[in-house]
């Protein structure tokens, strides 16, 4: 009887490291603000050998959605739930910013009503790490990423901040310890985040499986890179947003990304054709885009880093990455031609607003219209390239898949491959259950089996897509616009007044979701001034 005990025992271990071992590590590598069409694998003409690198071995999704919006992406993507749920309706609060507007759905922190991914993981055995940019809250000490799961963090609690320089409010953080200002002269985000991230997965025990989230905060403003990136690119935007258009979408038809009946949308009517925009704008213009594909390109100079790292441990292999924007580009300060004066460029000093402006962020979106904020494809839809080698059918390696998904897919996508067990109950706290739907079938056979109803809304910009149809709106106005996207993935052809059985059948969808998932009510304060 002993001797069974024992070789009952002893199977139970192997049988346990067994899976262990065949876990796959988890990377999701997070950029800020760009647009869809800015990486070499989508049709831009930056330089992204790295990434190119993963989806020649991966695949690409062509339809897949974030929350259009910084801080509400990261809430929906690390917990699986909808940014509402979590009470990241808006925005976190921070420094003068307050949007808490006094109900759950905008309480202006990430609430307990959902798990990390990083928690999930680590009942599964995964040590868990963040490098970068957290943006989900800090003022309580609760809000921060130690105290949301991960073992170690590296990077900055703020939303936006200087690339070369942080210091005061907008400080680093290693664990939750502040850290001394950084050396202007030496010192750049892309890299930094990306270096302590790599120390930390050399850290970990070999075999051992690893979660980590590396979210950098380029190329968000302010327009911040390298010199030796910015000359690689100097004079090769000369030829205008205009141009580069065209160029992007004929690259994506090539490419496969787009058939050849995909027609550009028209340029933002707030943004003159290249051909009269004077001279001088035109060096200053080429300059800022040609500073913005630096951040680009820097990001993609340490993936390379990063993949490298993974070789060297033998990891890469059955290391699953996941490579994605968290909205469609930035229009932000909404200025033709960006924000500040040239001089700000560079300077370490200034975080402010000193952007590419709403003409090369058109240009980003191609071939789609609209952009961060908005709820039309050029807002909500990123690129994602998936790569793992030991996971990911052979058949599928360099294609593109047609199944869509959205950023709440990632949680049930973990839970699956990590075999952890997502709770119902977690610190004393009831956890709402998952949104999304597991993507592993999609890495198997390209396909999924349930094409899930995806819904959107902020800044009171409303969207659902359910098929191939897709509607959008403002909030309280309710015009809503109808567009079949198999035909018109542009969002060109309005088919609302043809087709109102099945505008009146999404809506009703929406304000169900809408009550459902705290998008209503909104609260005491308005968000007008936000918009």
């Known amino acids: 009887m002993k001797k069974l005990i024992i070789l009952t025992t002893s199977l139970l271990i192997l049988s346990f490291s067994a899976f262990s071992r065949n876990q796959p590590n988890i990377i999701v590598v997070l950029v800020d603000d760009m647009g869809y069409s800015d990486i070499g694998c989508y049709g ?50 921070e420094g003068r910013w307050d949007f808490d507007f006094g109900v759950d759905g905008y309480s202006g922190n990430l609430n307990r009503n959902g798990v990390t991914i990083a928690e999930v993981l680590k009942s599964a055995g995964y040590h868990t790490y963040m490098t970068g940019k957290w943006h989900l809250g800090s003022a309580d000490i609760d809000d ?28 680093l953080w290693l664990d939750n310890n502040p ?59 000369s030829k205008g947003w205009d141009k580069i258009r065209e160029e992007r979408l004929q690259r994506q038809k090539e490419i496969g990304l787009f058939d050849e ?114 709820a039309e494809e050029g807002g909500i839809r990123t690129p994602l390239v998936v790569h793992w080698p030991k996971g990911i059918s052979k058949k599928l390696r360099g294609e593109w898949v047609d199944a869509t998904g959205h950023i709440v897919d990632f949680m049930p996508t973990f839970v699956e491959l990590s075999g952890a067990k997502y709770p119902t109950m977690h610190k004393s706290h009831s956890i709402l259950p998952m949104e999304g739907h597991s993507l592993v079938q999609v890495f198997k056979e390209g396909v999924k089996d349930h094409e899930h109803t995806m819904f959107f809304e902020h800044t009171n910009n409303c969207g659902i897509r359910s098929g191939d149809w897709k509607m ?58 936000y918009d």
């Open 44 to 93: 831009g003409e930056i330089e992204t050998p790295n990434i190119d690198r993963l989806a020649k071995d991966g695949i690409r999704f062509r339809q897949f959605y974030n929350t259009a919006r910084c801080c509400p992406t990261r809430a929906s993507m690390l917990t699986g739930l909808f940014q509402h749920q979590m009470g990241i309706g808006l925005m976190t609060s």
């Open 144 to 171: 921060r990423p130690n105290q949301r799961g991960f073992d170690r963090y590296y990077g900055c609690h703020r939303g936006a901040f200087s690339f070369f320089k942080l210091e005061g409010e907008k400080h």
């Open 179 to 237: 850290l001394p200002p950084t050396d202007s002269e030496t010192y750049y985000t892309t890299d930094a985040f990306t270096d302590k991230a790599i120390e930390f997965i050399v850290s970990n025990e070999p075999g051992e499986p690893f979660f980590l989230y590396l979210a950098h905060n380029a190329p968000h403003w302010p327009l911040h890179a390298k010199e030796q990136d910015i000359e690689k690119y100097v004079g090769n935007y």
């Open 261 to 374: 009946s995909v027609q550009l949308t028209e340029r933002d009517k707030r943004v003159r054709p290249w051909a009269e925009v004077d001279a001088k704008q035109k060096v200053h213009s080429d300059y800022r885009m040609a500073v913005y594909a630096a951040q680009v390109d820097c990001v993609d100079q340490n993936m390379g880093k990063l993949i490298e790292a993974l070789e060297k441990r033998g990891e890469l292999d059955n290391t699953l990455i996941l490579f994605l924007s968290d909205n469609g580009a930035s229009p932000e300060p909404f200025n033709e031609f960006g924000g500040q004066d040239m001089d700000q460029i560079n300077n370490p000093d200034n975080g402010g607003i000193v952007s590419y402006g709403l003409g090369w962020a058109n240009a980003s979106s191609t071939p789609f219209h609209s952009y961060k904020r908005n």
């Open 472 to 529: 959008v709106c403002r909030f309280g106005e309710w015009d809503w616009k109808l567009y079949d996207l198999k035909n018109d993935p542009v969002e060109t052809n309005d088919l609302a007044k043809q087709r109102p059985d099945v505008v009146a059948e999404l809506a009703a969808a929406w304000h169900s979701w809408s009550k459902r998932a705290k998008v209503t009510p909104k609260g005491t304060k308005t968000e007008n001034s």
